[in-house]
């Protein structure tokens, strides 16, 4: 035991006590099951005010295509299509029954949406502050107010 209260205190002294680095990796896992798909969008940028002319599609070859088949860029006023992608189908806007070039709030996007259901709460919760809200659905054209 006298060994022992002489060994230890030299065993601490030579070898201490030593501290280690260790580098953690972190993998973030995503929920493939609740991410949403993407479309993409025929966009002019000229026209980004006026969702009727920007529509989206399930796959890059439909919209290429469609900017393709419908660009017009050497004419004035002509679309002048690139393809983008985005992760929502729906925008909520003012409807033209509240617009004014005053106040300019049709370029306004309010809200995008993946799903319908989701655009809908939005205009129900933000419906008292705006009397014409309307959804648009971007892949088929059709607008809901």
Avoid at 107 to 118: K, M, Q, S
Wanted: charge should be negative; hydrophobic fraction near 35%.
């Amino acid at each position: 035991m006298n060994k022992m209260k002489y060994l230890l205190p030299l065993l601490l002294a030579l070898g201490g006590c030593t501290t280690t680095t260790k580098n953690i990796k972190f993998a973030e896992t995503i929920d493939l099951t609740k991410t949403n798909a993407v479309y993409y969008q025929a966009f002019d940028e000229n026209w980004a005010d006026d969702p009727t002319i920007n529509p989206v599609f399930e796959t890059n070859a439909e919209a290429e295509e469609y900017a393709k088949r419908n660009n017009m860029g050497n004419f004035a006023g002509g679309h002048s299509y690139e393809v983008r992608v985005i992760d929502y189908r729906y925008v909520v806007r003012v409807g033209f029954s509240d617009y004014t070039y005053a106040n300019g709030s049709w370029n306004d996007i309010l809200h995008t949406a993946y799903d319908f259901n989701d655009a809908n709460e939005y205009v129900v919760e933000y419906s008292s502050a705006h009397s014409d809200l309307v959804i648009y659905d971007l892949k088929t054209g059709r607008q809901y107010e």
